[in-house]
């Protein structure tokens, strides 16, 4: 049987290193295990060197490679444009994407900064209302344990929401001759272990709970102050040079907060942990019952059920590979786990579908702004002592 072609999604991609690659897999995987309505096509991936470029498309899987981003929005073989570039570049090309009519994707955060956020929301809603759809890859929001986590939340399986416990730690910084790369430098990632890990966390306590944060107080600590410069850097991989250059960001950051019922939420990202790899954590505790979450077991979701009796009450392992569990149809025979990169297959496949049925894909820009509004609440809390700072309403969210 012929089938007919499915009409093609043209994807650019800016930035090549860790994210691209996660990003690249996923596009080229998607297709191959769900049933989209549109078929992606890698045509074209942008860096700033034309020798490491063409190598990262040829090794990835792209069909062009180009040193300009500007030239890749002005494609016409360009539909969508992926933001994998360090944040204090994502509000340029995101917004110059979509005022072109392109769909865009930008890694979380969604920018350095709130006013960053506030014109990419402004400019994502008015392209919105011309068919241009744009997303925030806070990618942990497709683990199929935690999809299955929030379906139970939102069913009531434990009842009103009472607390959250997240925490984010890992390790590869704790050395202190770890070399400084654009992730130690605020002009580049606007934030350290807050931003880049931290930023997760807050978004699951919004997905899972269906609330926003009104309020936090916080605490940013920076551990080592100096460090060997690198020389070359490959994603988190990176050589020391022998020069040593100033640290501008946060090593870790601690954070109380409520949401808006008032329950309470306790934060902490670090990446001094030394023995936590990628130790993602949360644990939402209900007037019925908890759910806890370890992306170190990330194929299984734990729930304790306050109804049962107490003599045999107990958090109850529930494994998460069964094919009425959320993305499960399409991979493996119940009990073969999924890993890191299935996540980002997901978002590629909400993506897609979103922007073929013409429906706004989530997290939207105006969800990454809130959380953009409660990093920037817990840094000026920080500076101010740990004082209670609010975190402001966003009546778009």
């Not at 996660?22 to 034309?50: M, Y």
């Not at 107990?314 to 590979?321: E, H, I, K």
Request: glycine share 8%; charged share 20%.
């Amino acid at each position: 049987m012929v089938q007919t072609p499915k009409p093609r999604l043209g994807i650019a991609m800016i930035g090549y290193a860790f994210m691209g690659r996660a990003h690249s897999h996923a596009w080229r995987t998607a297709p191959r295990f769900f049933d989209l309505p549109l078929e992606p096509e890698l045509t074209v991936v942008a860096g700033r060197s034309p020798e490491r470029v063409t190598a990262a498309a040829h090794t990835l899987g792209w069909a062009a490679a180009e040193t300009d981003w500007r030239r890749v929005i002005e494609r016409d073989d360009v539909d969508l444009v992926d933001i994998c570039t360090p944040g204090d570049s994502h509000a340029e090309i995101a917004e110059a994407a979509l005022q072109a009519g392109k769909h865009v994707l930008v890694e979380k955060p969604l920018a350095n900064s709130v006013h960053e956020a506030e014109a990419m929301t402004a400019a994502a809603r008015e392209a919105a209302s011309r068919g241009v759809r744009s997303m925030v890859g806070f990618t942990y929001r497709r683990v199929p344990a935690l999809q299955l986590a929030q379906q139970l939340i939102a069913e009531g399986r434990i009842g009103t929401v009472r607390q959250v416990r997240a925490q984010y730690l890992q390790d590869w910084l704790a050395d202190p001759d770890a070399p400084l790369t654009w992730r130690l430098d605020k002009s580049k990632a606007g934030s350290g272990a807050l931003g880049d890990i931290g930023a997760h966390i807050v978004d699951l306590t919004c997905f899972l709970t269906g609330q926003r944060f009104a309020g936090v107080s916080g605490m940013l600590q920076t551990f080592v102050h100096e460090r060997p410069v690198a020389e070359t850097a490959d994603g988190l991989r990176a050589s020391a040079g022998s020069q040593r250059g100033p640290v501008t960001v946060d090593d870790a950051a601690f954070v109380t907060g409520r949401l808006s019922s008032g329950a309470p939420v306790i934060l902490e990202a670090s990446r001094f942990a030394w023995g936590r790899k990628n130790a993602m954590r949360i644990e939402v505790t209900g007037s019925i019952g908890a759910l806890a979450f370890d992306f170190e077991d990330m194929n299984v979701l734990e729930l304790f059920d306050a109804e049962e009796p107490a003599r045999t009450a107990g958090f109850r392992r529930v494994l998460v590979t069964e094919p009425d569990h959320p993305f499960l149809e399409a991979w493996w025979p119940p009990g073969h786990g999924l890993g890191y990169e299935h996540g980002f297959t997901h978002q590629a496949v909400d993506l897609i579908r979103a922007v073929a049925n013409g429906e706004n894909p989530e997290p939207s820009f105006a969800q990454g702004l809130h959380v953009q509004r409660v990093l920037d609440a817990v840094e000026r809390s920080s500076d101010s002592g740990n004082r209670w700072t609010e975190v402001p309403s966003n009546t778009a969210v």
